[in-house]
Each structure stands twice: as C-alpha cells, then as structure tokens.
C-alpha cells in the first residue's frame, strides 16, 4: 500500500463533521469516531472509513453513513497453518522436492479484510471467434464461433487504488457468489481492516474492465482468436463488503517466503516458492533443450533458404517468408531458454494454486501461437 497520496490526486479532507488533526505521518489523518467517539487514523486515501471499533461505517467526503456487509472468513488461524502446510507438502513439493515440507517453519497467519465492491449488472455480450480444427502443413481449417449472452452477474472490484498486493487478483476471482451477511465488528477478529479509496461509483468502469478481461480469457479458452467483442453493460447496483483474505509467511533456510489464501474458499491463491537445488536441476535441463532447439532451427535457416532459391523462384512469394518464420522460431526458443536460465538464478519462483508457475502472459505458449499463425 502507498503511504503517500499523489499531489494531483489530493482528496479534499474530512469537513466539519470530523475534526481531523493532521498527525506527524502526512500520510494519516487522527479521526474520531462520529458513533462511539473513539480515536483512530485515516488514510489519506480513504474515502470509505469503518471505525475498527464499533463498526461505524461513511462516506469520509460526505460523512454520509453508508450500508455494509461482509463474507463470512471461514478459516481460523489454526486452519490458515495446516491449509498451507497441506499445499506445500502436496502442491509445491512436486517441483521443489518433499524435503522442503519437512524444513519449513509456518508463522502466524495474517488475515486482513479487504474492501470490495460488488457491483450487479446484466451483461450482454455479443461475441465472434474462429476455432481452427484441423493444421495440416498447407491448410488449416476454421470453424467459426459467433454468440450472443446475457448474463447477470457479480462482478467484483477491489476498492483500493493500487492493487498489487500478492495474490489479489487470484483472490477477486474466488470470491464469485459467496453470500455476505450483514458486517459486524466482532467477527473481524481484530485483524487489520483496509479502508475503500474508490467510491461506489469510481468502480462502475472498473467492473467493465474486470469483465471484459475475465470474457476474453474465458473465451480464448474455446477458440483460437476472438475477432470480435461486444458487451452492454446496464448497472443495477453496488453495494461495498469486505471480504477475508490471508497471507502466511513461512521461513525455509533463513529465507521467508509468503502463501495469499482465500478466507471465502479456504483455498491457497498463489504462493512464493524457494528455488531448490531439484528445482534449479529440471530448469537447467529445460533451457538445455530450448537453447539446441533454437541452435537446430539457426542451423536449418542457410539450407532451407538454399531450396527455395534453387526450386521455389518461380512459384508464390509466400515461400520467401520461411527463413523469416524460422528465424523468428529460433530467435523466440533462446529467449525464452534464457528467461528458463533466468528462474535457476532467483531466489525464489511464484506459484499458482496448481503448483504451476506463475509469470504474466506465459510467453512460450503465447509466442508458439503466434508462429503457428503467422505460419498457416
Ligand atoms: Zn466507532
């Protein structure tokens, strides 16, 4: 979380009905509760505050009270340690070896409730795709995929400006159609409570966001490209809830490493791994057989340029283009055994849930895609 607030973006300050005094940190505001008087800081981005002791809930411009809810944590903190115990001697030892379950050392879970905004809105999509069927070396065949949905959905948006907390958005996304009660005070268990800096409204044009990019990956999933999406979207309602969220530490070889949990499913979000010497063996092998593939197309690259200006002079232009497609391959195959190079030197891998690791956008599946297209 930033501690300070962008000049641009200073919010205008509690008005009269607080009396905010400006403490040492610019950064935090002294607030005293408006229902039961008791003092507590202000981010100086909040713009929804709940008191930490009584539950009291408002719009910190306004000082309008505000409705609120909460999904209920279903773990403990007991249950924290034995969830994250379980997955790293199940998941994270397929990759790193089950000596690591032995050695680790799990320290006291963490649970923080997160200000979310639940926004409702029917949805409609119209959406238009091609899925190939068949890649034979000189055609391939495309089947077209056009739809049009309506749905009505929860769409989730993290009330918080800067979201890169670990583990986040893997924790919006678990979130789904868990029901919320009504939010209670005492059932936050004294753990840290973060404040909304987004209004009900600011999450309008995130929501559509966050749908459009859930669609896409949904949607990609069946088809080879997506040509064409449309969505309406008609806002019904927001309402603001908070919702439990975890992280574990846990320390390996003097090294302290971190599990997100989702307090909703009692499931691991993602996790920080140590790179083991086991780890570092098969990441070794991998970039071995990435960097002779690479050297194997290079080496190709004179030969097959060599057949084309003998034998296909007179045919299509197209053939001109396989040395460019082979030496992209190449070019692609050695970077990407570098970036496999790259995780043996770290300290430390992300993982998903399913043990897999987790880079943005995993490029080598992403840059084949792109020579199989360019190539068919
Ligand atoms: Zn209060």
Redesign the pocket.
């Known amino acids: 979380m930033p501690t300070s607030g962008k000049a641009d973006e200073a919010q205008p300050r509690p008005k009269s009905s607080a009396t905010p005094i400006e403490s040492e940190e610019i950064s935090l505001i002294e607030y005293r509760?408006q229902?039961?008087n008791?003092a507590y800081p202000l981010g100086a981005d909040d713009v929804i505050a709940t008191?930490p002791?009584?539950?009291?809930t408002f719009e910190v411009d306004t000082g309008k009270t505000l409705k609120h809810s909460m999904i209920p944590n279903r773990l403990a903190v007991q249950e924290a340690s034995e969830v994250v115990r379980n997955w790293i001697a199940s998941v994270a030892a397929r990759s790193v070896g089950s000596h690591v379950a032995k050695a680790v050392d799990i320290e006291t879970p963490m649970l923080q409730w997160l200000p979310m905004i639940r926004v409702d809105a029917d949805c409609r999509t119209h959406y238009s795709g091609g899925k190939k069927t068949q890649t034979g070396v000189a055609s391939a065949y495309w089947t077209k995929i056009e739809n049009e949905t309506t749905s009505h959905e929860p769409i989730w948006v993290l009330a918080r400006r800067h979201a890169s907390d670990f583990g986040v958005e893997e924790f919006v996304d678990s979130i789904g159609d868990a029901e919320s009660v009504t939010f209670d005070i005492k059932a936050i268990q004294s753990a840290l409570l973060l404040n909304s800096e987004l209004e009900e409204t600011d999450a309008q044009p995130r929501a559509r966001v966050n749908k459009v990019l859930k669609d896409r990956n949904t949607l990609l999933r069946t088809m080879t490209s997506l040509f064409d999406y449309q969505l309406e979207m008609n806002f019904k309602s927001c309402s603001y809830i908070h919702a439990p969220y975890w992280l574990v530490p846990y320390t390996y070889h003097n090294g302290t490493f971190r599990v997100a949990l989702s307090g909703v499913t009692g499931q691991v979000l993602c996790a920080e791994v140590p790179v083991t010497k086991r780890y570092k063996a098969s990441q070794w092998l991998k970039s071995l057989g990435l960097l002779i593939s690479s050297a194997l197309l290079f080496l190709s690259l004179p030969i097959a340029t060599f057949f084309i200006l003998q034998f296909a002079s007179g045919s299509s232009g197209e053939a001109i283009l396989l040395p460019l497609i082979i030496l992209f391959g190449a070019a692609v195959l050695w970077a990407e055994s570098v970036k496999t190079l790259g995780r043996v030197l770290r300290y430390q891998i992300t993982m998903t849930a399913d043990g897999k690791s987790r880079e943005k956008g995993d490029s080598l599946k992403e840059s084949l895609k792109i020579i199989a297209e360019v190539s068919s």
């Open positions: 509760c229902s039961c008791a008191c002791y009584c539950g009291y």
